[in-house]
């Protein structure tokens, strides 16, 4: 007999005790625990793998990436100088106006170093950067000669001289050991010109310009006012009482 005939010959007999019956419920309990852990299992290799393949991916290109090598030293060669852009001149707030006076000449009443008087007036301004600024103010002393000694000059520096409003408040200041009063003029139909100082209410001498009777000049006594900065604030009336500022 050969070994094919002999197994054959075994796979008929029958088995020396039966098998019992497949208990299925149990079978697929546990088929679908070992299905549920493949699962798992194939999800965490996916991420390692993922993990793993961008690794790969980035040392690719880490190795792709040439290595940055120092650059020689550029030849000389001659540089042009950077121009130098200078910088924009503001307009001067206060402009040297003429000597001779524009108009009449005011007194303001107090008088300066060595008992001199003081005075008021508009001079003329010739300044190409201000085309509409044609007066300005000027605080002098003057002697008995009728000569005029000039302490301290304020005009309007942006826009018109006429435009409506104040202009040109100045003063405040100690000049040549003399206190120049707070001082300026405004453009419209003014005839009273008040302010506060610390909550207390002043007011100032006005006069109309002579040139120009819409302008009117005006300063404060220097005992009530020290300075421009503690008017709080400017306010200009009509002959009626009508407030012509805010």
């Known amino acids: 007999m050969t070994d094919l005939e002999t197994l054959r010959s075994a796979l008929r007999e029958p088995p020396a005790e039966g098998f019992a019956e497949p208990d299925l419920g149990a079978i697929m309990t546990k088929g679908r625990r070992i299905r549920r852990r493949r699962r798992l299992a194939t999800g965490a290799g996916g991420v390692a793998a993922a993990v793993v ?72 301004i010739d300044e190409p950067s201000m085309p509409e600024v044609r007066f300005g103010l000027q605080v002098a002393y003057r002697d008995g000669a009728g000569e005029y000694e000039a302490l301290l000059s304020a005009n309007e520096f942006k826009g018109s001289d006429r435009s409506f409003g104040f202009h040109a408040v100045d003063g405040g200041d100690v000049v040549r050991d003399t206190f120049v009063p707070v001082f300026g003029y405004f453009s419209g139909p003014a005839v009273r010109v ?53």
Do not use: H, M
């Open 53 to 124: 393949t961008v690794l790969v991916i980035v040392g690719a290109v880490a190795l792709r990436e040439p290595v940055q090598q120092p650059l020689p030293p550029a030849a000389s060669a001659p540089v042009a100088p950077v121009p130098t852009i200078p910088a924009p001149v503001s307009p001067s707030i206060t402009a040297a106006p003429s000597a001779a006076p524009l108009g009449d000449v005011i007194p303001l009443g107090y008088k300066g170093e060595g008992g001199r008087e003081l005075v008021i007036y508009a001079s003329e």
């Open 194 to 246: 008040t302010s506060t100082v610390r909550g207390k209410p002043v007011e100032a001498k006005v006069i109309p310009w002579s040139e120009d009777p819409s302008v009117v000049i005006f300063w404060f006594n220097p005992g009530q006012v020290e300075s421009p900065y503690v008017l709080t604030p400017l306010v200009a009336y009509d002959a009626k009482g009508q407030r012509l500022t805010k």
